[in-house]
């Protein structure tokens, strides 16, 4: 059974940062790829960024140039830092783990909130 576990969300004000971390039961390199994704309320589930065993990262546009997906591999780990926040990125942010063959895997999701 794979375990996604999100950690690092928080209550941030506009133009401040916060990194988030997914730690991964096993290891992360029998993955394809692995993404953070995130959910606003009324809204549909939305790529942020995603990273393949590679290293290629590719980021949603909302993003680009404010977000950061990173690896460490020998901890199973896989990060999300951000910058610049701004109250449109207020959303739960959600884990993933692409396998080779089937549905990905999810964590349970952490809250960002951007506000003054």
């Known amino acids: 059974q794979v375990q996604l576990v999100e950690s690092g969300g928080d209550l941030v004000q506009p133009g401040g940062s916060l990194r988030l971390s997914c730690v991964v039961s096993?290891?992360?390199?029998?993955?394809?790829?692995m993404g953070w994704y995130r959910q606003a309320p009324g809204k549909e589930r939305e790529l942020v960024a995603r990273?393949?065993?590679?290293?290629?990262?590719y980021y949603g546009d909302s993003v680009k140039g404010r977000f950061a997906i990173s690896r460490d591999n020998a901890k199973n780990t896989v990060y999300l830092q951000m910058n610049s926040l701004k109250p449109e990125d207020t959303a739960v942010y959600y884990c993933?783990?692409?396998?080779?063959?089937?549905?990905?895997?999810w964590g349970q999701g952490t809250q960002v909130t951007v506000s003054s």
């Open positions: 993933s783990a692409f396998p080779h063959v089937g549905e990905p895997y």
């Open positions: 096993g290891s992360i390199l029998r993955f394809n790829a």
């Open positions: 990273i393949t065993t590679g290293d290629s990262t």
